[in-house]
């Protein structure tokens, strides 16, 4: 008898471990979730300005925080500058040189020229004496320098003239371009940090976090606003791994949020690859070591629901 008894209670328990494993089994539970935007700060300037409150709805490129920018403002100023000399020199050297230039290099020219003719006069004269025993050989070497020089200075007039002539060479041009260039660089920079010391809201939604206060010097790569974009509501659940094969992209499901008595339409948008464990509110003495599959369902009309609320999902096909 007792033993009969014992049998018919194992029989019940496996019955019930059954319908158990089907129930946990054939829905996903997980949190209703909208995109969250964290905008960081791009310098450790303190903040001057914050536009918005914790809950404000904003709309895109709404100004919501304000870093102070004097400092970069200075930066820009002296980069401006630094690029309008650049600029300059790259038109003086595609511009080569100016009439009065040329005209200042002919003068020069035309007086060594002078110069020459007259210390060759004068050593001519000196020869002549010489040779009359009226001057000494040592005047005529001077003079003889002094003609030398004369030549030499003329040749370098000449080449100069002739340089101005051809203008200004390539890669001078070249090296002005290059300066140029990198000016703009910097300027195109500094416009980027001053335009980012202004946080801009880049969707609209809501603003869900605000981590500092006025005056304080957030660090950078640290987000100074979240903002729960508008847009896409969807349920980030987690597939228990024995239906995971049965479910995938595309695959409808319902969706059940505590005080809606409504039920909502939702689609599979995508399921990992990667099992992970189940997470603790889905956990039970008996599926503790189970692998799930995380998973993200659109709403097709969520409505106004809150983000972070618990939800639970069921899929149609299951039943099948």
Not at 81 to 91: M, P
Not at 173 to 202: G, W
Request: charged share 25%; aromatic share 4%; hydrophobic share 40%.
């Amino acid at each position: 008898m007792n033993s009969h008894r014992t049998q018919l209670f194992v029989t019940a328990w496996m019955v019930l471990l059954c319908g158990c494993e089907s129930a946990v089994h054939d829905f996903a539970v997980g949190t209703v979730e909208r995109d969250r935007i964290e905008l960081v700060a791009d310098t450790t300037e303190p903040i001057v300005a914050i536009n918005v409150l914790e809950g404000d709805r904003v709309e895109k490129g709404s100004e919501l925080i304000v870093q102070d920018n004097a400092r970069i403002a200075a930066k820009l100023a002296k980069a401006l500058a630094e690029r309008d000399l650049a600029l300059a020199r790259l038109q003086e050297a595609e511009a080569g040189p100016r009439v009065q230039a040329l005209d200042r290099s002919r003068a020069r020219l035309a007086a060594r020229e002078s110069a020459v003719t007259t210390a060759q006069l004068e050593l001519e004269r000196e020869k002549s004496l010489i040779r009359q025993n009226y001057a000494s050989e040592s005047r005529v070497n001077i003079l003889q320098g002094r003609h030398d020089e004369a030549v030499a200075r003329l040749e370098e007039g000449s080449a100069e003239l002739a340089e101005l002539l051809e203008g200004t060479r390539i890669e001078t041009v070249d090296q002005a371009r290059a300066a140029l260039n990198a000016s703009n660089a910097v300027v195109s920079d500094l416009q980027i940090s001053m335009a980012r010391s202004t946080v801009r809201s880049p969707v609209a939604g809501v603003v869900e976090s605000l981590p500092f206060e006025l005056g304080e010097r957030p660090p950078v790569g640290l987000y100074v606003v979240a903002v729960l974009a508008d847009g896409r509501t969807y349920a980030r659940v987690h597939i228990p791994e024995p239906v995971r094969t049965r479910l995938r992209s595309g695959t409808p499901a319902t969706l059940r949020i505590d005080g809606y008595k409504q039920e909502f339409a939702g689609q599979i948008r995508w399921i990992s690859n990667e099992a992970a464990y189940t997470p603790y509110y889905a956990l039970t003495q008996r599926d503790r070591s189970r692998l799930s599959y995380l998973a993200e369902i659109d709403f097709l009309d969520a409505g106004d629901i809150p983000s972070g609320i618990p939800v639970e999902a069921r899929f149609p096909t299951l039943a099948k």
